[in-house]
């Protein structure tokens, strides 16, 4: 039987075809943590890798919510400042 959290602080599964298949047979929920400075600009230099990581975390959330609907698999991001 397949675990419930098949795919729990695994990165790269959403990627993988295998990763795929189980979360569209259980109908799964992902869930990402990313941050607010994703959707927010500064002036501050040198940050900017970890802006763009948040921003992509948030850009992955939204397609894969978009993509997944149709299959009942729902994405979400928690965000916290």
């Not at 729990?8 to 599964?13: D, K, L, T, W």
């Not at 927010?40 to 921003?55: E, N, P, R, V, W």
């Amino acid at each position: 039987m397949e675990s419930r959290s098949a795919g729990r602080n695994r990165p790269g599964f959403l990627s993988h075809p295998r990763g795929v298949a189980v979360l569209k047979a259980s109908h799964g929920v992902v869930v990402n943590t990313a941050s607010l400075n994703g959707l927010m600009s500064f002036k501050t230099l040198g940050s900017l890798a970890q802006y763009d990581g948040k921003a992509g975390i948030i850009g992955m959330t939204r397609q894969l919510a978009m993509e997944g609907r149709e299959y009942g698999i729902r994405a979400n991001s928690i965000s916290l400042a």
